[in-house]
């Protein structure tokens, strides 16, 4: 269907602008969000999720892979970005990219590296699935995100527990040594949870107490996940 509206020029009263409205046909699809503080567990409550689930019907999309491309920056100057901001997030694209899955469309999914600090060349091609799950510590503070979630989860643990956590896993897994982590959780990590991430916990359905492993908690998702599948 065409639309004719009348367009307000200042030299041309008389223009026309003639918009084109396609129909986008969206495929079913139930959207999880699952945000909370670095360390609090969010993959391994989605690792634990997805675990008994069928593979072909759920994916997983993680904030992390949409850490914006750094690789113009020398590797010294990447250390000092402030990583837990939300504009150290390509939030535009990953908006984008759920808007395609729900059209059906496969994404090209980023790949960022920790321990280069920054985004790889190489993309996973990535398939709509009946569920999406998006996990991150700021899925929940961006509002054209939120909105796009069917259900919102706050994973929560205590910040002495999640720093511990995240301690003993970035000295682990990320190539960061005690020094980086300390400083990085003073200057950035800290203040950015209190300015952006616990306030997003408002705005969750859910929120799962995750001091200890919460095997109900992981069981009544996937319950909710099962009856769309079913
Ligand atoms: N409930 C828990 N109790 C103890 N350790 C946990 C728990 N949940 C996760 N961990 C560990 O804490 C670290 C951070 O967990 P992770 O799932 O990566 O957190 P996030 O994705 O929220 O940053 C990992 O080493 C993980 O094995
Ligand atoms: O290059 C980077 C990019 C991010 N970080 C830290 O990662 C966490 C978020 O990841 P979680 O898996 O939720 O912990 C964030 O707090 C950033 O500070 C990093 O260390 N290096």
């Given amino acids: 269907m065409d639309i004719i509206l009348p367009a307000k020029g200042p030299d041309d009263g008389s223009r026309y602008i003639q918009m084109f409205i ?5 495929v079913r ?3 999880l969000g699952i ?8 993959t391994t409550v989605v690792n634990q999720i997805v675990d008994q689930l069928p593979k072909n ?8 892979s949409y850490y914006k491309d750094l690789s113009h920056m020398e590797r010294k100057e990447r250390g000092k970005v402030n990583f837990d901001h939300p504009n150290s997030i390509d939030f535009d694209l990953l908006i984008s990219h759920m808007m395609q899955l729900r059209e059906g469309k496969t994404i090209q999914m980023p790949v960022y590296s920790f321990v280069e600090e920054t985004r790889l060349e190489e993309t996973i091609p990535t398939p709509p699935r009946k569920v999406m799950i998006v996990e991150g510590i700021l899925v929940l503070s961006n509002p054209k995100l939120r909105d796009l ?4 989860i706050f ?7 999640r720093l511990i956590r995240r301690l003993q896993r970035d000295i682990r897994e990320r190539g960061h040594d005690l020094d980086k982590v300390l400083t990085r959780y003073q200057t950035a990590v800290k203040p950015m949870h209190e300015q952006f991430i616990e306030p997003s916990k408002e705005f969750a359905d ?9 095997t109900v908690a992981v069981d009544i998702v996937r319950t909710i996940i099962n009856n769309k599948l079913a």
Avoid: R, W
């Fill in 149 to 152: 979630f069917d259900i919102k």
């Fill in 29 to 31: 699809m139930l959207i």
């Fill in 206 to 214: 859910i929120i799962i107490p995750n001091n200890h492993y919460n």
């Fill in 155 to 161: 994973v929560h643990a205590d910040s002495d527990e």
């Fill in 57 to 64: 019907e759920v994916g997983v999309i993680s904030q992390d």
């Fill in 35 to 42: 945000a909370g503080g670095t360390g609090c567990g969010k």
């Fill in 22 to 26: 396609f129909e986008v046909k969206l």
